[in-house]
Each structure stands twice: as C-alpha cells, then as structure tokens.
C-alpha cells in the first residue's frame, strides 16, 4: 500500500539518507512535502526526482528561485519557516523530523498534532519540549519512533510486556574524534578535526556536539522522556566500533542490545517499517570482521557536557532548552572559529548558571509550549552571546582570532 510521507529537513544528512532508503527499497511512497533550509539547490533537484505535492524552503529570500528551478513542474512552492510547519501539519502517514535545532520545533510538533508516524531525528525539539511532543502525538492518535540509532536501539530491546522490570537503559557513545585526547589537546582542536569525526558521517551541528559528547547528554535527555526513565537510570558508556547501538538491562540480570552497521538508514528502515521489517540492501554486519568490541566509561574532565546535559535533566523547568540554546549558540560560534573547543561546553554551563542565578529557568512557562521554549532559547542566547564574546575576545587577545 503505498504512504503518504513527508520529509521535514529532506536536504540535510538524515533527509538524504530517507530519500536513498526509499530509492534502494523500492519503498511505495507518494511525497506530500519536502523542506529545506536553505539548500535551495538540492531540494529542486530532490522535488524533480519525487514530485512531492509542495516543496517548502525555509528561507523566504530563496523561494523565487525555488520557484523559477520547479516552474512548469507542477510542485507548489512556498517560502518561510511558517510555511515549514504548514507543510509538516498536512495530514501524512509518516514524517520525518530530520530538522536540525530548535528551528525543528514547530514543525516537528505540527507533524506530531496531524496524527502522523513521526520518525524523529530532530533530537533539539525532544530535548527542549519532549514532554509535549509526545503528548500531542499521543493525543492525535499517532506515534513517535526514534530514528536515532541509540534511541532505535532501545526501542527495539524494550519488550513491551516486561517496561516495569527495566532497570537500567546503557546509551552507547563512539567518543568522537577526541575520545584518546588530552584535555589540553583538545583546548587546541581545530574546527576540521572537531568535524572529523570516525565512525558517522552527519550534519555539522550534530558532528560538533559528537566531539564534545553533548550529543550523547542530549541524547540521554531523549531517552528519559521517550522511555519515561529516571536519569540516574541511564549510563553511558564509550564504544568506539559503533556496533552495539545501546541496550536495555531488566532487573532479572538480562541485558538486550541491538547490533548494526553504523548506517543510520537501517534505524529509518525500522522507523519507517514498524512494526514490520523492511526489505532493503542492507549493509551487513559481519561479526567474524568487526574486530574486538571494546567498552569503557566516559570521562568527565574530557567530556564535561555530559554532566551538564544530566544536571540539565534533572533541574528540569526550561532548563534543557536553555542548555540546548546555549549549546547550539557556542557550536555555531565555534564552526566560526570564534571560540576554542573547550569554549562551547563552558558556554553552556556558564549559560545556564547565570539563568538559574536570574530565576529564568523556570521563566517563560505559557499554554503554548513553542512559546515557552521559544522564549527561553531566546533568553538563553541572549546570555550565550554574552559569554561567548568573553571568550571570543580572549582569544583575539591571545593571537588566536577567526581564521
Ligand atoms: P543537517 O545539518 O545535515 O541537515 C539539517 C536539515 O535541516 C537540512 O535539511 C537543513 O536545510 C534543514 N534546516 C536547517 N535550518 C533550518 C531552518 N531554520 N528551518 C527549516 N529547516 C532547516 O543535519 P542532520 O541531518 O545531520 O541532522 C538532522 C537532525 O537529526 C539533528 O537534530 C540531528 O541531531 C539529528 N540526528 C542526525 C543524525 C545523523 O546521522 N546525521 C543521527 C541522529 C540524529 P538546508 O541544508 O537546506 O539548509
């Protein structure tokens, strides 16, 4: 039977990787949406392969040439991060959140209203506004499946029946570029090697917070809303090979885990299938090829972001949004060459101190939970933007300025 779909973020990483999912499966789509940011370039090309209803570019400036690239094709064409979350409210089977930050907010929660199968990769819109999310999906008769390989690991070692007897969720993490680094190696990481990172290839933001594994605390703030786990029942532990994508302990002493290639169409494959399985041409794992699978904890002096993210879970109020305001601000500071590595993790915990001292962690509550978020991000960036002129200017003075 063929879905309805739609892509909200088609142009990025995990947007592409759907795209070529559906192509490599021969997958009975019909696409109502396709949005980009602004890869206007790409997203023509992509609405010329599959003919959705309506390409969306986010950025308003590009949609005449959106329009003059799609003019004769029969695509509608619109403009405008409103327009995003109109798209994504159109009523689909299946969407894909692949959005990257709090722009994905908005829409993710549209497509999350409309009733829809939601893959979600949008992690920032989990992180800031989790809660809600998932009751809206609730509410509007649909789902959420995590695309993420850790979190389409656990869902996948829950069993359904046994959820009380859970004792602990184990997130794996590959430790990123730096992981046999010094600290002071790292105070010199360069935006190149920070981007380089072994085992996935993503998108530039998730790719920064890789290395400084704010992506893993994020992560962990994921799994607490999705699985409804407390965070001191989550651990996570460092496993470079990127094989075993996380596992679930029950309190009978069996621990379930899920294997795979490092290939994040396999976890949209399950996404996108469940609960059956789709055929596709699947890289294979082979055991006997892997090599020794190695697992050790994380260290907290090399990789402060992760208690960051847990302290920010556990304070909770708007405090895991203010943290991922802050974060996403130091990462772009630090794709700039504006900060230094260890600047984006001192950034956040900064950030989120002087919001605490200011009562503004729990500011900005309103019906509306885009609303909350949104006034807390931007409250949050306000002060981001503060301490990262600190550092910016430090760095200057030290001779290590931009480029
Ligand atoms: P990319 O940066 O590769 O792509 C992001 C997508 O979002 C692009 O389509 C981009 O458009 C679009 N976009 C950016 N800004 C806006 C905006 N303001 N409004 C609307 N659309 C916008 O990111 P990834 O694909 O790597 O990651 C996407 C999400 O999935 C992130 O939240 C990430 O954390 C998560 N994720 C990614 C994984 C991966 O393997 N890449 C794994 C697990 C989670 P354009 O390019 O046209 O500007």
Known sequence: MTRRVSILGSTGSVGVSTLDLFEQSGAAVEIAALTAGRNVARLAEQALRWRPRQAVIADERLLPELCERLAGAGIACAGGEAAV???AAEPVDWAMAAIVGVAGLAPTLAA??????IGLANKESLVCCGPSLLHAARRAGGMVIPVE????????????????????????????????????QMRQATREQALNHPKWSMGDKISIDSATMMNKGLEVIEAAYLFAMPPERIEVVIHPQAIVHSLVEYADGNVLAQLGAPDMRIPIACAFAWPERMAWPAPKL????????????????????LGLAKQALTRGGQAPAALNAANEAAVAAFLDRQ????????????????????????????DDPVE?????????????AEVLGGFAGARRAAGQGSR
């Open 339 to 366: 900060i230094g590595f260890l600047d984006i993790a001192a950034t956040a915990a900064e950030t989120l101190e002087r919001m605490e001292a200011l009562g503004a962690l729990d500011a900005g509550e309103s």
């Open 372 to 384: 909350s978020v949104m006034h807390t991000d931007q409250a949050a960036r306000r002060i981001a």
């Open 85 to 87: 979350s109109e798209a």
């Open 112 to 117: 999350a209203r409309s009733g829809a199968t």
């Open 286 to 305: 082979d055991l006997t090829a892997c090599g020794p699978l190695t697992f050790e904890a994380p260290d907290p002096e090399q990789f402060p972001a």
């Open 149 to 184: 390989s850790e979190h389409s690991a656990i869902f996948q070692a829950l069993q359904p029946l046994a959820r009380e007897q859970v004792s602990k969720l184990i997130v794996t993490a590959t430790g990123g570029p730096f992981r046999s680094w010094s600290v002071a």
